[in-house]
């Protein structure tokens, strides 16, 4: 079965700081991984994906994500928050060999502080 | 930048009514999927439509549920006798092709009273 695995409910950065959001997934073959952004009242907007090119996949609003195929993870990553990234950040896994679903993750709230 | 879109926003509904959840999906896309989300959990796959019929369900899906492509821009989620545990957000999404990217809607809110 697939699954994704967001590890933090919350997560609370200082503006300015590193944000580091995990993601792991289960998939019996190498998946497709997207990362999604819900604002507050907004649907899901995609920030990036991965689709077995490079391994590290810039989006936009200057995050990035790196698939790790040997720790079966795809964090996202952006150097510095701005006040702007507080939202709800959704991993999701499109396995490929078993229909064209989405897996979602459980979500990770994230918090910038002033 | 074309955008999929849902209606209405919010609804309210009493239990045991049907409603109906509207989504216009990007144009030239040929995917359809329908998704909830039940407040404070994930995301969940409900069903993918494509050629005018279903290609995929989930086991959430069941009988009440069905999907329908009336014309060539609408896609509806139809609940036919709603219960208390349908109270949910309910995404619509597309895609242009197998295996692409999905786009979202902003969701319906359904509240079943």
């Known amino acids: 079965a697939q699954s994704v695995t967001q590890l933090g409910s919350h997560v609370s950065v200082s503006e300015g700081a590193l944000v580091l959001l995990r993601c792991n997934y289960s998939s019996s073959v190498p998946p497709y991984l997207f990362w999604y952004v819900q604002y507050p009242n907004q649907g899901l907007q995609l920030l990036l994906k991965?689709?077995?090119?490079?391994?590290l996949v810039k989006g936009i609003n200057g995050f990035e994500a790196e698939f790790k195929k040997s720790e079966t993870s795809f964090h996202l990553t952006k150097p510095s928050a701005h006040m702007s990234d507080a939202a709800e950040y959704f991993c999701?896994?499109?396995?490929?060999?078993?229909?064209?679903?989405?897996?979602f993750g459980t979500g990770t709230s994230l918090t910038v502080i002033p | 930048e074309p955008e999929v879109t849902q209606t209405p926003s919010h609804q309210v509904t009493q239990m045991g009514q049907e409603v109906i959840l509207r989504c216009v999906p990007i144009?030239?896309?040929?995917?359809f999927y329908w998704y909830r989300q039940i407040l404070g959990q994930k995301v969940e796959f409900l069903v993918s439509?494509?050629?005018?019929?279903?290609?995929?369900k989930s086991e959430i899906f069941d009988d009440q549920f069905s999907v329908e492509r009336p014309d060539g821009s609408n896609f509806t989620l139809k609940i036919r006798s709603t219960k208390l545990e349908d109270s949910a957000m309910y995404f619509c999404a597309s895609s242009e092709a197998y295996l692409d990217t999905q786009y979202f809607g902003p969701g319906t809110r359904l509240t079943v009273l």
């Open positions: 991965y689709t077995s090119a490079a391994t």
């Open positions: 144009s030239n896309h040929l995917y």
């Open positions: 439509f494509y050629n005018n019929e279903i290609s995929e």
């Open positions: 999701a896994v499109s396995p490929g060999n078993t229909g064209n679903q989405f897996y």
